[in-house]
């Protein structure tokens, strides 16, 4: 037998097998691949780890409790009916396996022990359920298999010793592919014995929708060759269709066999991915909250089924689809190899060609250890395109260090000197009624947008436009995901193309930094406190966005604060002074902008002095990135004791950017306080949950504006923040403001 459910072993070995085989004839570069940078068949390896994985099975202790289990189903279903899986939802289905104590998989390999199998093959059986860590080393000497872990032990340690980057990504490839995949044909029989729908391995697809390409779109076609391809191209200048143009080059070229998508963040990933499934179908769509914007209206309204949302969204998380837009910190995470399936995610992504679009968006925390994943991506001939409308030259000697022969950012310049934008004023201003003539402007305009640099100062310039009936659109990070979806729709109903199109674009856009990238919208007017020349350029693409006949207006706004310049969140607090001290390139804009007219290439010189010095990261960028390539030197073969949740994307030691710790906070109290239990209570959070600074969380407590109450998960006790009712809306998202400035 192999399940108490009466699936004999010979079925499941069968179905493993089976199933094994069909994922390797749909993914033939993979094979490909694996031949090429190990010299080993991937067919045979899968095949072979596929036919022992659940050998251990066959001895006496296991097959006893087994038995006994399947009894226990067998009479429980002679008295009330029903399926093995309803009598597991209520009764304990395997209580006689877990009192053996007797992990099949361990003495599985005692049992293959005299076919003498490579150690990666070992490593992909012992594996196949989550057992190869520290944290289950006890296990091992308790089921008397320290012998074999004395043998993984020493591979590892072999490796860590003579350590190089490249060493660690080859040996790591090599161990992960029958790791991985073992467990994901293992994982998808399973479904499959209890009646499961799982989703289907497909393959990238993707037909170019136009007639003529656009410059960008040359320039990919061109240049595709290039392992490293660094882009920069306007905002609007088609580089959605160049990214997928290029994958399906890279693919058809037999480079690569799936797409990835790396976004700054979960709102850019969820508009890319909506605009990309118009073109490609089957999109994976995968960061922290990403089941709420793909999956919970579909299964409220009854479109899909939750486990089969459970199942496609997991494809996702793993990069098994042929497309899959994500965060960087997704992958940045999975290099560390502290779960299980980080493996598996890692070999994925190896087999993969990567786009990383709005690159240079990203804190020196989170760029530096991006030239770590481009090095271990360069040891796996992992083809990338770096993509950005504001990328300056000074970032080619980082790229060259880590082993990249690239010499140029390839930019197409036909439209370069076309005036885009003229900035009308720059001002100083440190209260709002010294620039009413401006926010009066917006008013009689027919579209306008607003950048503010903080979530605060958003808050009050709404404010000033609600008192005055104007019925402006606030967004910025502080609202739920159900929220932040409701606001991406207004404003691509106000101010979106077709809006532009059909002539009723209409409205006032109050947006920070969550606004600056992939959202589709556009107005005559924007008002802009100064931030970096990069990000500056980022806002003003959605200045005229989709006429070219026209000018737009820019008035750059100087924030101040007791007669100093106010740069949050561009630079760093100085404790001691009690003031924000502003970064250089914030500086150097300050000095370089003018009222005049402003084209693209203007915009590329300015970013270029701007940024003219070789990127250089702080000390603790240095060394927070050195951790993240210790972590995957150190656990390549077996796991760490820590294991953090599924969707961290930091550990305790490592971070992948650099922001203020934050914590989940809910917009309101549970109509009970008992889940039951942890996917119930993760199906409210995903409603009414965000997230906050912990230091803004602690200052809501003490103005009492947020509570602690505590609920129980199933049956566990645990603390959670409520913000009062008063202080969260779906208009203004948390309405208190850090500071009492501009009032």
Known sequence: MAKPSGITLEQHTQGVMSEGKLLLEQ??????KYKQRIGKNLFNRLKVVCEYHDVGKKAEPWQSACQKDYEAFLEWQSQHGGSFKEYAIKE??????????????????H???????????????????????????????????????????TESNRIIEKYSLEISAKNHYEFAGPRGLLQLVDHRVSAKEEKEEVPEFTKFSYKFPWNEKTGVQKLVDKYWRDNLLLVRAPTGAGKTDASLLWASLQIANKRADRLIIAMPTRFTSNALAINVAESLSDTGLYHSSAWFN??????????????????????????????TVCTIDHLLMALTLTREDHHLIAFNMANSCLVIDEADFYDDFTQANILVLLEILKYWNVPVLLMSASLPESVLPSYQKIGYKVNQIVEDTSDNLRNRFEIKAIQNYTELSEIENLLEKCVEKRTAIIYANTVDKAVLFYDWFEKRNANPILYHSRFTEPDKKDKEDELINALGKKAWKKGSAKGIAILTQIGEMSINISADLMISELCPIDRLTQRTGRLCRFDKSKIGELYVLIPQKNDLVYPAPYGEYDKKAKAWVPCEVFTKTAKMLETTFYNANKLVEMLNQVYAAETSFSSRAISNAKDLKEYFQYNWLINPMQKPATDDIDTNFWKSRNIAPQDTVFVKEPESLHFYNYLDFQSWKLKYSLELPIYLIEKGKKQHKIDIKHITIKDEQEPIFVIRKNFYNNTMGVTFVEENQLM
Do not use: C, Y
Request: aromatic share 10%.
């Open 27 to 32: 993914t033939p570069f993979v094979v490909q």
């Open 111 to 153: 049992m293959v022990k005299k076919a003498k199998l490579p150690l990666a093959l070992l490593a992909a059986i012992a594996a196949h359920h989550r057992k190869l860590g520290f944290n289950f080393r006890e296990r091992w000497a308790n089921q008397k298999m320290s012998d074999f872990w004395k043998v993984f032990e």
């Open 294 to 323: 793909k999956f919970q209206e579909q299964i409220e309204d009854g479109t899909i089924e939750k486990k089969k949302a459970d199942k496609l969204h997991e494809f996702a998380r793993l990069l098994q689809t042929p497309i």
């Open 92 to 109: 304990d289905s395997g209580k006689h396996i877990r009192k053996a104590n007797f992990r099949h998989e361990l003495h599985s390999l």
